[in-house]
């Protein structure tokens, strides 16, 4: 079987702020229909290696590559043209502005280019959430977290992304809105679209993600296909070992369409409440 092709890949980022580098070399690569997956502790430089891509810091060397074509020199706002989409860290939507009019600046740039378009992505939106099309009206700010999650989402995905880069979606979010919001991007993978993850939340990202970076100070050190991941690795790299093997198992065992690896489908003892 051949591998999708690759649709995103960061060849050797260097990129920081004054005279500290924060990026030292970072390396990844998005395949096309797949999410990919930055894991990292606090500080590693995840949300920096996406703004990076995003083009809202600078890369001081390297390349990015966006279906073939060098894009480290492109203009964030051009970018988002050209099918690389943020879907931001903390949610963020403007909470002043109806959930209609938070749609309608994320299809700013597509906007600009074919009217008819955005009416009917606009339309597909309210189908696809059709709690978005009950509260078109409504502020945003006045909405659930999750329900902003959500808004969030279809903002980014009004822009027509080719890949869609996802900042700690769940940061903040509770456990049972979590569950729902990652059935949403499973059901927006499954329905084509490539993500690049960022995530703290080790067992969210590996129920998601077929590949997975490991990003320690800076750099990629490990990097795997999320069913055949060394759970030494991530003991040594995330730190998190002796608490991540049940919930990995769990993963692996999970809905997500893939075998669990040999040796991973061991059952899940209760989880505590902390
Ligand atoms: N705007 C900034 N100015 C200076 N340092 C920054 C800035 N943003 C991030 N950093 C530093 O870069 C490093 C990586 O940060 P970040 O990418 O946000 O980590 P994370 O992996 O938690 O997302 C941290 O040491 C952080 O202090
Ligand atoms: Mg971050």
């Keep these: 079987m051949t591998e999708p092709r690759v649709v995103l890949e960061a060849r050797d980022l260097k990129a920081g702020f004054g005279s500290t580098t924060v990026l030292h070399g970072t390396s990844l690569i998005v395949r096309e229909g797949e999410v990919a997956a930055v894991l990292g502790l606090n500080g590693a430089g995840k949300s920096v290696t996406m703004k990076v891509l995003a083009g809202l810091v600078p890369v001081w060397k390297g390349t990015i590559m966006l279906d073939g ?3 480290q020199n492109v203009e964030a ?3 988002v043209g050209l099918g690389l989409v943020s ?3 903390g949610r963020q939507v403007f909470p002043d502005l109806s959930v209609e009019q938070n749609l309608r600046l994320g299809a700013y740039l597509s906007r600009k280019r074919n ?3 955005y009416g009917t992505n606009l339309e597909s939106m309210y189908e696809r959430f059709p709690r978005l099309a009950e509260r078109r009206k409504q502020l945003a700010g006045t909405m659930s977290g999750g329900e902003q999650a959500i808004l969030a989402l279809a903002r980014a995905l009004m822009a027509e992304p080719k890949v869609l880069l996802i900042d700690e979606p769940t940061a903040g979010l509770a456990p049972v809105v979590v569950e729902g919001f990652l059935e949403t991007l499973r059901e927006i993978n499954a329905s084509g679209l490539t ?3 960022v995530e703290q939340n080790v067992p969210f990202a590996l129920r998601l993600a077929k590949h997975a970076h490991i990003m320690q100070r800076g750099r990629i050190v490990y990097e795997s296909e ?3 991941m060394d759970h030494q690795a991530m003991v040594r790299y995330l730190g998190i070992g002796r608490l991540l093997a049940p919930t990995v198992a769990a993963a692996g065992a999970s809905t997500n369409g893939r075998a669990p690896a040999k040796g991973k489908a061991r059952k899940a ?6």
């Design 77 to 79: 706002e051009q970018r």
């Design 69 to 71: 074509e060098e894009i």
């Design 115 to 117: 009217r008819r378009r």
């Design 269 to 274: 003892p209760p989880r505590k409440k902390s």
């Design 195 to 197: 993500m690049l993850l």
């Design 226 to 228: 999320v069913d055949s």
């Design 87 to 89: 879907m931001t860290q």
